[in-house]
T-cell receptor
Framework: KAGVTQTPRYLIKTRGQQVTLSCSPISGHRSVSWYQQTPGQGLQFLFEYFSETQRNKGNFPGRFSGRQFSNSRSEMNVSTLELGDSALYLC???????????FGQGTRLTVV | AQSVAQPEDQVNVAEGNPLTVKCTYSVSGNPYLFWYVQYPNRGLQFLLKYITGDNLVKGSYGFEAEFNKSQTSFHLKKPSALVSDSALYFCAVRVIPGGSYIPTFGRGTSLIVHP
């Protein structure tokens, strides 16, 4: 059974640009959540989708957005990138919102 | 608001000795508790969870955790540590049902097992 796949693995972007990250969940999983991981702030919850609907949202500015498609695949978008957005972005999928999450390897975003 | 505390940034233990990684939580309602492990340059891997029932939960790689409601703790334990257990460990909590509470993770504890 394939795990959670995140693409791309690494990204370098310039301040002010926007970026889209992709996540393919484990087959059969309907819930996808996104996290930002930095050395200073730890693991911060961004948002959670279930059946194409955003169910929960963390405390991030509106520059951070996401969506989930009918096949459960998800994308997150960050507009007007700032240096502070440099982080490891992790996607996790679960069968539903009550069960354990399975994480992808992450996308390492560097903003210069 | 719910919160998770992992009071130790780092835990050092000798190989073969028992290990404990501490976690305390604060929630309104009944918690779902999880432990995850992260190896360098990897995503998190699920170790174990407490939903309901027996307070002692057994998980992957010989790890176990004990749910203590009165102390609001969910400490991770292993009877005999291996060098390969060296990694970053995260405790997480979520309040269910309702799905209206976001998953909250602790800041992580770096476990170092010395040969």
């Amino acid at each position: 059974k394939a795990g959670v796949t995140q693409t791309p693995r690494y990204l370098i972007k310039t301040r002010g640009q926007q970026v889209t990250l992709s996540c393919s969940p484990i087959s059969g999983h309907r819930s996808v959540s996104w996290y930002q991981q930095t050395p200073g702030q730890g693991l911060q919850f961004l948002f959670e989708y279930f059946s194409e609907t955003q169910r929960n949202k963390g405390n991030f500015p509106g520059r951070f957005s996401g969506r989930q498609f009918s096949n459960s695949r998800s994308e997150m978008n960050v507009s007007t990138l700032e240096l502070g957005d440099s982080a490891l972005y992790l996607c996790a999928s679960s069968f539903d919102m009550n069960t354990e999450a399975f994480f992808g390897q992450g996308t390492r975003l560097t903003v210069v | 608001a719910q919160s998770v505390a992992q009071p130790e940034d780092q835990v050092n233990v000798a190989e073969g000795n028992p290990l404990t990684v501490k976690c305390t939580y604060s929630v309104s309602g009944n918690p779902y508790l999880f432990w995850y492990v992260q190896y360098p340059n990897r995503g998190l891997q699920f170790l174990l969870k407490y939903i309901t029932g027996d307070n002692l939960v057994k998980g992957s790689y010989g790890f176990e955790a004990e749910f203590n409601k009165s102390q609001t703790s969910f400490h991770l334990k292993k009877p005999s540590a291996l060098v390969s257990d060296s990694a970053l460990y995260f405790c997480a909590v979520r309040v269910i049902p309702g799905g209206s509470y976001i998953p909250t993770f602790g800041r992580g504890t770096s476990l170092i097992v010395h040969p």
